[in-house]
């Protein structure tokens, strides 16, 4: 540092306070809606949601949460969570939103390594409270209830309407505000954990023009759910910008979230590929139902986007833009926008574009590097792992696991095996983590073969990916039986079902005589998966 001169700037946090407040001061009147699990749509604003948010904090602090206390959330995307996201980390405490398609035990596990104070419920999510109930004794339960109280539990309404509004206090930047679980290649899932700092600049970069530009005049529907890497952020990025905000609930069916598109006047919509290959078949299907005029963009990401699904909604005048991120990078990571000298460039060429993942968003730093650990030449042709480090992206899991995630020079590993254009445009090529995405969420295929393998009949079992056109990837399990043993395919998906949820377990199980090994001893998958993909 030079003693001469000193920066004048103020030092002022970056904390999502600012966004809460600016929401609650200059977008007090826009809309945010909510559809319920009963159909029925409900109505409120975020000068409502603040001001409720408000109430809600002094709730909850008079239940002894306070600063760096676990709230968790069991809810879908509704106008309760939204006053969630806004009170837990104004109040200084952390949000911890679950997924509600987790296997019990899974939930149990990340309740516990959290070390979640109380729950919020919604009453449509009850059922899967009561599976992981029992792991963790929570402080406090409380209960978003439509239709009555639910006995011997917190009524989020009731609670609300005893409570004093509280004034925000100050709070450091660097504050935990918000955490996510992702599962991991081997063993149990692994927190991130986003600081208020974090959030706030990755709200401020997604809303940029070329990212995935909110504006106030926007109308955004998230239907990737609200715990899922908080829906890409878009609601606190549409609380920031005073976009309006359409919660879809649980109902994600196309024709459900067509009806709310055409209904709510939807100008941007974002959500995993799987979800926007059934509206496209609905679409095909009835061209003329739905009138989507303002729909301006798809926003897709969280798997690899087909080029059919860009040519499909193209002929009903809809653009898809793919955008690649991860929970550890809260998400946003990259953003594939056609540049402007390809507007005049051919068809293919277009596509061939819109099918990569995009360049790093601002502030996000990429570089890849190969087996022998070199940093790879950005030509298109070397591949190597994506390594990414900025402001919103995680530098260590809670509790410090995963630790072999992170590089010795402070970049976090992807698992994403990419070449990188000259000007810096990423294509995912492959995965080197042993992992298989369907329908946005993710299966261990490691932990389905530790379960297969202990079956008395199965000497080895390999799990590989295989395309799937509904849900993008599905499992196949490849298995080596022990001499003279038999197991019928039915049998060792019941053995599968005693660990893992229904969606979880391979639809296809191919017995073979031996699976080839590399020089290492491990499962050569690539040829597995030329072997049977298509088969
Ligand atoms: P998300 O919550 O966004 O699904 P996850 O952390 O569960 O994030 O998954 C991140 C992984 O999903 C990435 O490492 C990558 O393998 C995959 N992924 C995300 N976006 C894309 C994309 N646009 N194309 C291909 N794969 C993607």
Redesign the pocket.
């Known amino acids: 540092m030079n003693p001469d001169i000193a920066s004048g700037s103020m030092d002022h946090q970056l904390t999502l306070t600012g966004i809460v407040e600016r929401a609650e001061r200059f977008h007090a009147g826009q809309a945010v809606i909510s559809r319920r699990p009963s159909g029925a749509v409900s109505r409120t604003t975020f000068g409502a949601c603040a001001s409720r948010a408000r109430r809600l904090a002094a709730a909850l602090r008079s239940l002894g949460v306070g600063v760096g206390d676990r709230v968790a959330t069991l809810m879908w995307n509704q106008s309760e969570h939204l006053e969630l996201y806004f009170a837990v980390p104004a109040m200084g405490a952390v949000i911890h939103t679950l997924n509600p398609r987790l296997f019990p035990d899974e939930l149990g596990f990340i309740v516990n390594d959290a070390g979640d104070t109380v729950i919020v419920v919604d009453e449509s999510l009850l059922e899967v409270f009561e599976s992981f109930r029992a792991t963790r004794d929570f402080a406090h339960i409380i209960v978003v209830n439509h239709s009555g109280e639910a006995a011997g539990t917190l009524d989020y309404e009731t609670l609300l309407a005893h409570a004093e509004p509280v004034e925000w206090s100050a709070l450091d930047e660097r504050q935990p505000a918000a955490m996510c679980y ?2 991991g290649t081997t063993g149990r899932p692994k927190g991130v954990v986003y600081s208020h700092r974090a959030l706030v600049l990755h709200s401020l970069v997604s809303a940029l023009p070329d990212q995935l530009a909110v504006s106030a005049r926007d109308t955004v529907l998230p239907v ?1 759910p609200m715990f ?2 908080n829906a ?1 952020g878009l609601p606190y990025a549409a609380a920031l910008a005073g976009a309006r905000l359409v919660l879809p609930g649980p109902r994600l069916d196309p024709e459900s979230v067509l009806d709310l598109c055409a209904n709510e006047h939807v100008t941007m919509t974002a959500g ?1 590929p799987t979800v926007w290959m059934g509206m496209l078949a609905a679409l095909d299907a009835e061209p003329d139902r739905w009138k989507l005029p303002e729909l301006d963009r798809l926003i ?6 087909p080029q059919s699904m860009f040519e499909g909604f193209d002929r009903h005048g809809l653009t898809v833009v ?7 990078t809260a ?1 946003l990571g990259a953003v594939c926008r056609l540049p402007e000298h390809l507007d005049t460039g051919g068809q293919d060429e277009r596509y061939g574009y819109r099918t990569r ?1 995009g360049v790093a968003s601002p502030f996000v730093e990429i570089r890849a590097r190969d087996d022998n650990g070199e940093t790879i030449a950005w030509d298109d042709a070397a591949m190597g792992e994506l390594e990414v480090r900025g402001p919103w992206v995680t530098g260590s899991y809670h509790g410090g696991r995963g630790a072999e995630n992170f590089t010795d020079d402070g970049w976090f590993r ?3 095996v990419v070449r990188i254009d000259p000007h810096g445009c990423i294509r ?1 090529c492959d ?1 080197s ?1 042993d992992l298989v ?1 369907s329908g ?1 969420e ?1 299966i261990s295929s490691v932990d389905l073969e530790n379960q297969l393998m202990s079956h008395p009949s199965v000497a080895q079992a390999a799990v590989i990916a295989v395309p799937d056109d509904r849900w993008g990837e599905r499992p196949l399990a490849v298995v080596v039986l022990r001499d003279n043993a038999t197991a019928s395919p039915e049998e060792l998906r019941d053995h599968l079902a005693e660990e893992f949820a229904k969606w979880q377990l391979p639809d296809r199980v191919e017995f073979v005589a031996a699976l080839p090994c590399s020089a290492t001893g491990k499962f050569k998958k690539s040829e597995l998966r030329t072997m049977f993909a298509t088969a």
């Open positions: 992702t599962s990737v899922h890497a890409w995993v897709v990401g969280g798997a690899a986007v793919q955008a690649w991120g991860m929970t550890e998400p993942q992807t698992g994403d995912i995965r983590k995405k946005g993710w």
